[in-house]
């Protein structure tokens, strides 16, 4: 059985950073490209960040590029994104997902598999 687990969400000041971790049980971690999403109230999910099996190719949202870093271990099976600057509008639960596509499948298209979420509140 495959499970996803996200750590590290919390309610933040603009402008301060937080680091999210993910980890996974159940499948060959190194096998799969890795990725965050996000889903604020009342809006669509959508992907933030993903990197492919080795690390050497990311994505970023658009909103998100020069704050956001996204990186995986593969000996300890753990994906981490690193926010800094957050903003309010930053403010959404963040999901860890898996998947077997391209190392950019979180800008295009949702996942095999998908973490509970942690929750990241930014206030101004």
């Known amino acids: 059985q495959v499970q996803v687990l996200e750590s590290g969400g919390g309610t933040v000041q603009a402008g301060e950073s937080l680091r999210l971790s993910c980890t996974t049980s159940?499948?060959?971690?190194?096998?799969?490209?890795m990725g965050w999403y996000r889903q604020a109230p009342g809006k669509t999910r959508e992907g933030v960040a993903c990197?492919?099996?080795?690390?050497?190719?990311?994505y970023y949202l658009d909103s998100v590029k020069g704050r956001f870093t996204i990186s995986r271990d593969n000996a300890k099976n753990t994906l981490d994104l690193h926010m800094d600057s957050l903003k309010p509008d930053d403010t959404a639960m963040y999901y860890c997902a898996a998947d077997k596509g391209e190392y950019d499948f979180c800008s295009a298209s949702w996942p095999l598999y998908w973490g509970q979420g942690t929750q990241v509140t930014v206030s101004s």
């Open positions: 159940g499948l060959a971690f190194d096998d799969y490209v």
């Open positions: 990197i492919s099996w080795y690390g050497d190719k990311t």
